[in-house]
């Protein structure tokens, strides 16, 4: 009787464990939502400003062939400040989640990840931004070559921009996940040397397919793309030493 009352117990505190967790995991999406919406706003607010910046070196003024496309543009431009101002707030949701299972060092050293995920955002849209207005877009109206009257259009240019800067900010982040990956044992520095001819293939088939059917410019975008892979490979082994050196002092602390 009384050893099924302790399973018993057991099984509450395991269900109201799991409540816990799940109540905690909904209250940390609300805020992010939260925080998600506001910046939305934030950036409905200021879209003026923020179609300036993005004009400015344009050359050429955008056609909007009816009222879907300026809609189109004001979410688009929305989403965008939306995405990139919740990336740290995300981050450190994820990190506070998982918090309560990590050690005091692990805290402090995950914790250091969270501004790092958000500038290395930021600078990926940057570049891909560099690399669109500055390469992509001069090429293509080379091709041109006065046969043709050449009239962007609100939506297949800025279309066109996301589909360039958005991929190359999220494999700008690829750093930060190999590092995460090794400290939980998930990913080696073996297995990325051994993988590494895949994953040069796998950048340039990304670079071929948001750029222009040219031989340069993918080139230009898949270079740093394989720069960002060996800079990963380099931090994996530096985790993975460390590990290794904190196995060997347990083990030895294990022996004495």
Do not use: C
């Not at 050429?60 to 809609?71: D, N, R």
């Not at 299972?101 to 995920?117: D, H, N, Q």
């Not at 930021?122 to 390469?135: C, K, S």
Request: charged share 20%; net charge positive; proline share 5%.
């Amino acid at each position: 009787m009384k050893m099924a009352k302790e399973k018993l117990n057991q099984h509450d505190e395991k269900e109201m464990d799991v409540v816990g967790h799940l109540s905690e995991l909904r209250n940390r999406i609300i805020v992010t939502a939260v925080f998600f919406f506001a910046f939305f706003i934030v950036g409905f607010i200021f879209i003026e400003d923020i179609y300036a910046f993005f004009a400015k070196d344009l050359g050429f003024k955008l056609t909007a062939i009816g009222p879907g496309e300026i809609i189109w543009l004001y979410f688009a431009m929305a989403g965008l400040i939306a995405v990139s101002g919740t990336i740290p707030i995300l981050a450190y949701q994820i990190w506070a989640f998982i918090k309560p299972g990590l050690t005091p060092k692990e805290r402090r050293v995950s914790v250091s990840f969270i501004p790092a995920i958000f500038i290395l955002f930021i600078a990926g849209l940057v570049f891909g931004y560099f690399l669109f207005t500055q390469f992509i877009i001069p090429f293509l109206l080379t091709l041109n070559n006065g046969m043709f009257n050449v009239m962007f259009t609100l939506d297949k240019y800025f279309g066109f921009l996301f589909r360039v800067t958005i991929p190359i900010a999220l494999l700008f982040e690829m750093p930060i996940v190999v590092m995460f990956l090794t400290s939980l044992g998930v990913l080696t520095p073996d297995f990325m040397k051994k993988t590494r001819k895949y994953a040069y293939f796998i950048l340039v088939v990304i670079s071929t397919i948001i750029t222009p059917p040219d031989f340069i410019t993918p080139i230009l975008v898949s270079i740093p793309m394989i720069i960002i892979y060996e800079v990963s490979l380099q931090l994996s082994k530096v985790i993975y030493r460390r590990k290794l050196r904190k196995h060997e002092e347990f083990m030895r602390e294990e022996t004495i």
